[in-house]
């Protein structure tokens, strides 16, 4: 059974930094897509960033394009999303996906199948 455990939120002042991290168990990371997306209260979830399967193709959305780095660690079966110049608007509930395959896809709704319990970032001063 494919399972994903995210970690890493906090709270941090405008203009700082995070990083979440994204565990994978019951898959290797060459076998599956990983997806990161966010949901703040009462707005409808959005895709952040995504990796394929072999690592070599990433995408962002509009949003977090220059300050939000999508990477993995196959060692640990992990991937990253490396934050930076937070903003108050990037408040949210942040949740990685995955789905057997090569493809990753940040579109909305979210076609993955296996979702993480989600780590909370708060970006305020």
């Known amino acids: 059974q494919l399972q994903l455990v995210e970690s890493g939120g906090g709270w941090v002042q405008p203009g700082g930094s995070l990083r979440l991290s994204c565990v994978v168990s019951?898959?290797?990371?060459?076998?599956?897509?990983i997806g990161w997306f966010r949901q703040a209260p009462g707005k409808e979830r959005e895709g952040v960033s995504c990796?394929?399967?072999?690592?070599?193709?990433?995408r962002y959305a509009d949003s977090v394009k220059g300050r939000f780095t999508i990477s993995r660690d196959n060692a640990k079966n992990t991937v990253y999303l490396q934050t930076s110049n937070l903003k108050p608007e990037d408040t949210a509930s942040y949740y990685c996906a995955a789905n057997p395959g090569f493809w990753c896809t940040i579109v909305v709704p979210p076609e993955y199948d296996y979702w993480g319990q989600g780590t909370q970032v708060t970006v305020s001063s």
């Open positions: 019951g898959a290797t990371l060459d076998d599956v897509a």
């Open positions: 990796i394929t399967s072999s690592g070599g193709s990433t």
